[in-house]
């Protein structure tokens, strides 16, 4: 018995030439640098009963380039992390897999969240935002007494 090489796509050849254009597309996708595709940072999103706390990674962006917006319920995070080439360097890139260029985030806020308190921490290449919420979303204890009759 002869052992074949198998090709998944020697079907595809057969049909027309927009299948083929679609398969280029893909192809150039996954080829291409990271560089040219967008990116967003990974969030962590966390709450306990007096903040809601998110967190960024967003390393190699300064912190002169982080915008943060709270409008109508919606915290808006934005920033752009650029690719720095020199042109005195002799040697060329390997390998390119982190992502760079603009990125923008949109998280919808609860209700509970008091706009005017929010803080925003940045240490080691991560974003903090500590979102306190109001006193009326806190959890309260209430102590009920029995009355003796």
Same mark, same amino acid.
């Given at each position: 018995?002869?052992?074949?090489?198998?090709?998944?796509?020697?079907?595809?050849?057969e049909f027309p030439?927009?299948?083929?254009?679609?398969?280029?597309?893909?192809?150039?996708?996954?080829?291409?640098?990271? +560089?040219?595709?967008?990116? #967003?940072?990974?969030?962590?999103?966390?709450?306990?009963?007096?903040?809601?706390v998110l967190k #960024?990674?967003?390393?190699?962006?300064?912190?002169?380039?982080?915008?943060?917006?709270?409008?109508?319920?919606?915290?808006?995070?934005? =920033?752009?992390?650029?690719?720095?080439? !020199?042109?005195?360097?002799? =040697?060329?890139?390997?390998?390119?897999?982190?992502?760079?260029?603009?990125?923008?985030?949109?998280?919808?806020?609860?209700?509970?969240?008091?706009?005017?308190?929010?803080? #925003?921490?940045? !240490?080691? =290449?991560?974003?903090?935002?500590?979102? #306190?919420?109001?006193?009326? +979303?806190?959890?309260?204890?209430?102590?009920?007494?029995?009355? !003796? !009759?």
């Amino acid at each position: 018995m002869a052992i074949t090489k198998y090709d998944p796509f020697a079907e595809l050849a057969e049909f027309p030439t927009g299948v083929r254009l679609f398969q280029d597309a893909v192809s150039r996708l996954f080829s291409e640098p990271t +560089a040219t595709r967008p990116w #967003a940072p990974p969030v962590d999103i966390f709450e306990n009963e007096n903040e809601l706390v998110l967190k #960024a990674d967003v390393p190699d962006v300064p912190l002169e380039g982080i915008r943060i917006q709270l409008e109508n319920g919606t915290l808006t995070i934005q =920033g752009e992390r650029k690719f720095e080439r !020199k042109d005195d360097d002799k =040697g060329g890139y390997h390998r390119i897999e982190r992502s760079y260029g603009s990125f923008v985030r949109y998280f919808s806020l609860p209700d509970s969240v008091d706009p005017e308190k929010v803080k #925003a921490d940045y !240490k080691d =290449g991560v974003l903090t935002i500590t979102l #306190a919420k109001k006193e009326v +979303a806190k959890p309260r204890t209430i102590k009920v007494e029995v009355s !003796k !009759k």
